[in-house]
DNA sequence: AGTTCGGACCGTT
DNA sequence: AACGGTCCGAACT
């Protein structure tokens, strides 16, 4: 079995309130970000964590824990995106225009990238998300301010609108 | 009012 | 070829 990790990949975890995240980073940047729980490839054993991402890393932590608290961070580590397709990075460049309290649909967010009808498209780009919270796809909803769909637990994107201060419907 | 159903739509595996 | 974090209108309750 071939290992599903990027050679290149390290991993951090940052501890929260909310449970222990851990952040994937490749040479460019801040590559994945995982919620408390979602035991991805645990490597374990001891890294060399190279200067240039130890300061990633705390930007990514200090960003971290404001968007937790629902405030927009300050500043961001590099995102390292190049993983997703054309479509994918459209999306998630969309996403990150969105600012705290504020929400789009589906169907804005596809309008807004110039394909108004690739509304499901966008679902799942949305899903294929590598960094939740920071990337906010939980910021889009379904249509007339309904909650739709979330990849991982719902409850985080209840409790991180919640936060945010965002009313939404059942 | 609310809910369910069926089709149309489009990028990804 | 099948599946989604969808959307809309129609036909129900």
Same mark, same amino acid.
């Given at each position: 079995m071939k290992a599903k990790t990027d050679s290149s990949s390290i991993e951090l975890p940052i501890e929260t309130t909310e449970g222990t995240f851990v952040a994937h980073y490749s040479d460019r940047g801040l590559a994945a970000l995982d919620f408390p /729980?979602?035991?991805? =490839?645990? =490597? /374990?054993r001891p890294q060399i964590v190279p200067p240039k991402i130890r300061l990633w890393h705390d930007a990514t932590v200090r960003a971290l824990e404001s968007a937790l608290a629902g405030k927009s961070p300050h500043a961001l580590p590099? *995102?390292? *995106?190049?993983? /997703?397709?054309e479509f994918q990075q459209e999306v998630w460049s969309a996403l990150c225009k969105i600012a705290a309290g504020e929400t789009l649909s589906y169907s804005e967010v596809a309008g807004k990238i110039g394909r108004p009808n690739a509304v499901r498209a966008v679902g799942g780009a949305c899903g294929a998300n590598p960094i939740p919270v920071l990337v906010p796809c939980h910021r889009v909803l379904a249509a007339h301010h309904r909650l739709g769909g979330f990849s991982s637990d719902m409850k985080w994107k209840r409790a991180l609108l919640t936060r945010e201060g965002v009313q939404f419907r059942a």
């Open positions: /729980g979602a035991n991805r =490839s645990r =490597s /374990g590099p *995102l390292d *995106l190049s993983r /997703g397709t």
